[in-house]
């Protein structure tokens, strides 16, 4: 087993990189702030690479499966005998595999960001916040205690705010920083009750004895969850669905996910790093961490999840299918496959074959993180080439892009599910389990599967095919090696990371799951992959006006789905004219009036009484006396013939 | 002749104690204010040792009492001077009426 001290140096290099670079970066550190942020994130990776190494193939399985060891834990807060915060660490195929997911992304991401962010102002800032970031993440992954997450949760939504407002002299940017804070912040909330709901019936923070009291129906905190209830749920399924919530507003579910496509003001690489492959899967590792509680204790909560994940999964690809901004497109499809992985969650039950769906949703989180940074950064190569985010300025890259090309074809086969790059074998293992649970849930997943391939199609052709190169050539070349780099890498993790037994290794018991792979059963998805792509070519290979037809056919639907369906709208509607009217306003007026009024009155009084008063304090000496005097004789005159 | 009774010791330590406050009220320059109000000092200690005298001769509190007095007076005489002779250095003048800046 790893020294605590190698556990402890993952997170705290990226955190020591955010230090020194938030003191220096502007000044001694400039110029290296990106090598010396790389570096450090390389050794953090390294050591991440070897713990989990260690923990999957040397000690982590004991008696045939892998437990949940906690090297590190202190008492940090102690309020009382009963009531205390630890922070520790926690290692388990969870948190192994989280480990090798952020660090390896962030490298990436950190490597790119070298070429990607060459020239920019603030660009040591920038490393200190992706340094800031890592390190949440990080401490999140390895919380082993349900406050300790909290803090680590907030941390990386404090960081997300500050990438995305990265640029802040864009009114835009500052717009969805704002957003994306508030609307995390709100989820949060609930996020929070959860956690006092479940620790106050569970009697602790702990996750393991948490886990253990709240699965086990015998138990009295058990029975105590049970039997309180409320709104006609018990404590414990208020408690989980709560938990779920703050989750929801993290991974961007349905209706908590208005900020993940605004969030795209922030720098490309940074989209890649936080809203799609680290950040916006933290709500899944949430529910995957608490797991138990939710498939043993209360599957009502489950359901919740299952059918929040697959309504958000569906409604995302549908508005994928007809945004025109490339970072919007890809942020949708985020939102859509994170829905994929709650839905498999959702429909996952615990332990042996059951648990298919928990060890799915888990795969899928591990390919996605990889084809979903590859597509954002690849992007983010096109973006930097063209110098724009809408479709209509590209068109015919690929003989002038053509490593970004290759690459980003790669991932968008990945994606949609095409045998045997990455997506398809968890995606497979996710309606596998979808269908063994849930027949409504799989039906819809499946027609969500088929519009991930042709909106990813539309993508891909639209930037790399459609109308000839219509720019100008003067562009020059396509980026580096620091920006081509990361691209191929990982680009073969898309392609060959479908390999991985994953289910051997991360299960919901720890007791391996071997899939075995049907394939009769992906006919059905992989056609409708295969539809979804032949109908993207027919529309977008060659410019033609077919798609544009269509939509005007569709033209009710087309426009919905154009304008989100318009929840932002509604939001606003909600916000602005329900809640500032009704509320804000007449807050406002009781405050400006009642409140404010009741002191200003006082203040008021006080003033007009002293200008009555205050002539008596003369600064004469003489009139002081005479007054004291009139006094005293009034007083001697009292006592002499009255009180005597 | 007639030993004075406690009744015209009072009586004089009457005059002097209103002579004093006379003074105090009317007189502008403030050294003569001061003097008032060593007058009224000095009718107090003579109340002081009139009654001590005529009504509890065995025991001498009031002549303790005065003496108290007397070097209070002494003291305080000490710091009404050093007053004075600052608000001389900043005003230009010990009139009273030009020593009115301490108010509202």
């Given at each position: 087993m790893p020294s605590i001290a190698t556990i402890a140096l993952i997170p705290l290099l990226p955190f020591a990189g955010f230090v020194l670079l938030g003191i220096f970066g502007r000044t001694a550190l400039k110029k290296p702030?990106?090598?010396l942020g790389t570096a450090l994130m390389l050794a953090s990776c390294i050591l991440a690479l070897y713990t989990a190494y260690g923990y999957f193939f040397d000690f982590g399985k004991i008696h045939g499966a892998y437990q949940k060891l906690v090297p590190f834990q202190m008492t940090w807060l102690e309020f009382s005998k009963d009531v205390s915060i630890n922070i520790g660490f926690i290692l388990d195929p969870l948190s192994a595999m989280m480990l090798v997911v952020v660090t390896f992304i962030s490298l990436m991401v950190h490597i790119y960001s070298l070429s990607y962010m060459k020239g920019e102002e603030r660009f040591?800032?920038?490393?200190?916040?992706?340094?800031?970031?890592?390190?949440?993440?990080?401490g999140l992954v390895l919380s082993s205690n349900i406050f300790q997450i909290y803090i680590f949760w907030e941390l990386v939504g404090v960081s997300s705010f500050l990438l995305i407002g990265f640029y802040y002299d864009k009114p835009s940017a500052v717009a969805a920083c704002k957003k994306a804070f508030i609307v995390t912040r709100f989820a949060d909330l609930g996020f929070l009750i959860g956690i006092l709901v479940l620790s106050y019936y569970g009697g602790t923070l702990d996750f393991g004895t948490l886990i253990a009291r709240l699965t086990d129906p015998s138990s009295t905190q058990m029975q105590a969850a049970v039997n309180a209830s409320f709104l006609g749920a018990s404590a414990l399924t208020w408690g989980a669905v709560l938990v779920f919530i703050g989750g929801a507003g993290k991974s961007a579910m349905f209706p908590l996910h208005i900020w993940l496509p605004d969030a795209m003001e922030g720098p490309t690489p940074v989209s890649a790093l936080i809203h799609a492959a680290t950040m916006v899967v933290a709500g899944v590792y949430l529910v995957a961490r608490l797991f138990p509680v939710f498939a043993i204790s209360v599957p009502g909560a489950l359901h919740v999840v299952a059918y929040i994940g697959?309504?958000?999964?569906?409604?995302?690809?549908?508005?994928?299918?007809?945004?025109?901004?490339i970072k919007r497109v890809l942020a949708y499809s985020t939102m859509s496959q994170i829905g994929f992985m709650m839905f498999a969650l959702g429909v996952s039950g615990y332990g042996g074959e059951a648990g298919l769906g928990y060890s799915a949703s888990l795969f899928h989180l591990f390919t996605h993180a990889m084809f979903k940074a590859l597509l954002f950064l690849g992007a983010g190569s096109v973006i930097h080439f063209v110098h724009s985010n809408e479709m209509k300025d590209m068109g015919g890259l690929r003989k002038l892009m053509p490593v970004t090309h290759i690459t980003f074809l790669i991932a968008c086969l990945a994606i949609a599910g095409v045998p045997p790059f990455a997506g398809f074998f968890s995606k497979e293992e996710i309606l596998l389990a979808a269908s063994r649970g849930n027949t409504g849930i799989y039906y819809m997943a499946l027609i969500t599967s088929g519009l991930t391939a042709f909106y990813m199609f539309r993508l891909y052709f639209r930037i790399f095919w459609n109308k000839e190169a219509g720019h100008d050539a003067h562009h020059g070349k396509e980026g580096g090696f620091a920006l081509l780099f990361p691209l191929v890498l990982l680009a073969l993790c898309a392609a060959g990371a479908g390999f991985i037994p994953f289910g051997e290794y991360v299960s919901s018991d720890g007791t391996p799951l071997h899939s075995e792979f049907d394939p009769v059963f992906s006919i059905a998805p992989v056609a409708l992959g295969v539809a979804g792509i032949l109908l993207a070519s027919w529309f977008y290979l060659r410019a033609n006006d077919r798609a544009d037809r269509v939509a005007a056919s569709l033209k009710g639907l087309y426009t919905a789905a154009y304008n989100k369906f318009y929840i932002d709208e509604l939001y606003l509607f909600i916000t602005k004219k329900v809640l500032f009217n009704l509320v804000g306003r007449p807050a406002a007026w009781i405050d400006r009036n009642i409140v404010d009024g009741a002191v200003n009155l006082v203040g008021n009084e006080t003033v007009a009484f002293s200008k009555l008063i205050k002539k008596l304090q003369s600064g004469k000496v003489q009139q002081?006396?005479?007054?004291?005097?009139?006094g005293v004789l009034v007083l001697a005159v009292l006592f002499i013939y009255i009180w005597h | 002749m007639m030993e004075p009774g406690l009744y015209q010791i009072l009586f004089i330590s009457a005059a002097l104690f209103f002579t004093g406050v006379y003074g105090f009220l009317t007189r502008r320059n403030l050294i003569t204010m001061l003097m008032s109000v060593e007058l009224i000092l000095n009718s107090v200690n003579l109340n002081f040792i009139a009654f001590n005298k005529y009504l509890w001769p065995q025991k001498m509190d009031g002549l303790f009492f005065t003496l108290f007095v007397i070097a209070i007076a002494a003291a305080e005489a000490a710091v009404a001077i050093a007053i004075i002779i600052n608000l001389y250095r900043s005003h230009n003048s010990i009139d009273v009426e030009n020593a009115?800046?301490?108010k509202y």
């Open positions: 702030a990106g090598y040591g800032t920038y490393y200190a916040f992706l340094g800031l970031f890592t390190f949440s993440m990080l697959v309504v958000s999964a569906m409604i995302a690809a549908v508005i994928a299918c007809t945004q025109t901004d002081y006396a005479i007054v004291f005097l009139g | 009115e800046d301490l």
